[in-house]
């Protein structure tokens, strides 16, 4: 059992040894998962997590670019982060940055078609990773719970921290087409539907399979209009 006195709210909160254990549990194995598929993908890609989720964004919107300040919301991060990831990503070419035709005081960010053809292959590479340091340790119905119990965590912040702007983040998923992982009946191949803009490479509902040595399943990805 684990006894804690706050400064601020004096008295004694418990947590019982069923409880600390299950949040001990729960935030070293965020820490990990994070920290494995960051590693993974910044060797193999040359692209830390929290780029390739920044030109997923990016590539998700309605015209393939945000403002700054709409970006930094929809990744909960500060926006001295996102504006460092961004110049990084621009000496690639894979972002550029531009004033907004609406607005020609607001500075916004796109991603180019060199940045959106990087991404394919990062997609793949990632899906493969959730399925090799994520998916493979559960069933499917703890996949499912445990899908649950989150989302019902990140709604809750949502409405305790609305400063974290994943309300924001929240309407961006549900006005544009997010990439998304689907498990086949057997569990054994990982299919990733990938959003299809007129700059990328080939028309709507090109599959391409391929198979990772390494992590030893299949992958298909699937462009959609």
Same mark, same amino acid.
């Given at each position: ?108 960010? =796109? ?5 959106? #053809?990087?991404?394919? @292959?990062? %997609? /793949? $590479?990632?899906?493969? &990773? ?71 490479? =080939? ?5 391409? #399979?391929?198979?990772? @040595?390494? %992590? /030893? $399943?299949?992958?298909? &990805?699937?462009?959609?209009?």
């Amino acid at each position: 059992m684990v006894a804690v006195e706050a400064v601020e709210c004096p008295g004694t909160t418990v947590l019982s040894d069923v409880e600390w254990q299950s949040w001990e549990s729960f935030a070293e194995s965020a820490e990990l998962l994070c920290r494995e598929i960051n590693s993974a993908l910044t060797a193999r890609c040359a692209l830390s997590i929290y780029e390739v989720h920044l030109l997923i964004q990016l590539n998700s919107a309605r015209h393939r670019y945000l403002r700054m300040g709409a970006l930094a919301e929809a990744l909960t991060v500060v926006p001295s982060r996102v504006t460092w990831q961004v110049r990084r990503l621009e000496g690639r070419g894979l972002v550029r940055r531009f004033r907004s035709r609406e607005d020609g005081r607001a500075v916004v960010v =796109g991603i180019t078609r060199r940045g959106q #053809e990087y991404l394919r @292959p990062v %997609l /793949r $590479t990632y899906v493969m &990773l959730v399925r090799h340091f994520y998916l493979a340790a559960l069933t499917r119905d703890q996949v499912v719970a445990l899908g649950d119990s989150t989302k019902r965590l990140r709604d809750g912040l949502v409405d305790r921290v609305p400063a974290l702007g994943v309300g924001q983040r929240r309407e961006l998923d549900a006005g544009h087409p997010q990439p998304t992982v689907q498990l086949d009946d057997t569990g054994n191949h990982t299919k990733a539907r990938v959003p299809h803009t007129d700059t990328a490479d =080939g028309p709507p509902g090109v599959s391409v #399979e391929c198979q990772h @040595p390494d %992590l /030893r $399943t299949d992958l298909r &990805l699937e462009t959609v209009g």
